[in-house]
């Protein structure tokens, strides 16, 4: 199962409010989930428009969970620990995969 950090729509007409939400990438926008992590309302002033549980998002980034854009952004104001540490582990992921690339070069396995 391909799971998927992602803001869920909530409210009403003309006064949406948003919940962060751990999911299956196949279901939809508003579609069920399996753990409700935050939320964040755009009508209220910035320094108490968002809520993020930082230590359920990295357990769910270490599960393997992918994050979306706009949780990337919302991260970065609410917990920029768990997105540094989420960028580091993108950065050694490709770093090891870019040494498998080069090793297989020299050795000319295909």
């Known amino acids: 199962m391909a799971l998927t950090i992602r803001l869920r729509k909530q409210g009403r007409n003309n006064h949406q409010t948003f919940r962060l939400v751990v999911t299956d990438r196949r279901n939809p926008r508003d579609g069920k989930y399996l753990e409700m992590l935050g939320w964040y309302d755009p009508a209220l002033p910035n320094d108490k428009n968002l809520s993020i549980k ?3 998002v990295d357990f769910w980034v270490k599960q393997g969970a992918q994050l979306s854009e706009n949780v990337k952004t919302l991260l970065n104001r609410a917990a920029p620990n768990v ?4 960028k580091e582990k993108v950065g050694m992921k490709r770093a090891k995969a870019a040494a498998r690339r080069r090793g297989r070069k020299k050795t000319g396995a295909v």
Do not use: N, Q, S
């Open 54 to 56: 930082g230590e359920r």
């Open 83 to 86: 997105l540094k540490e989420w």
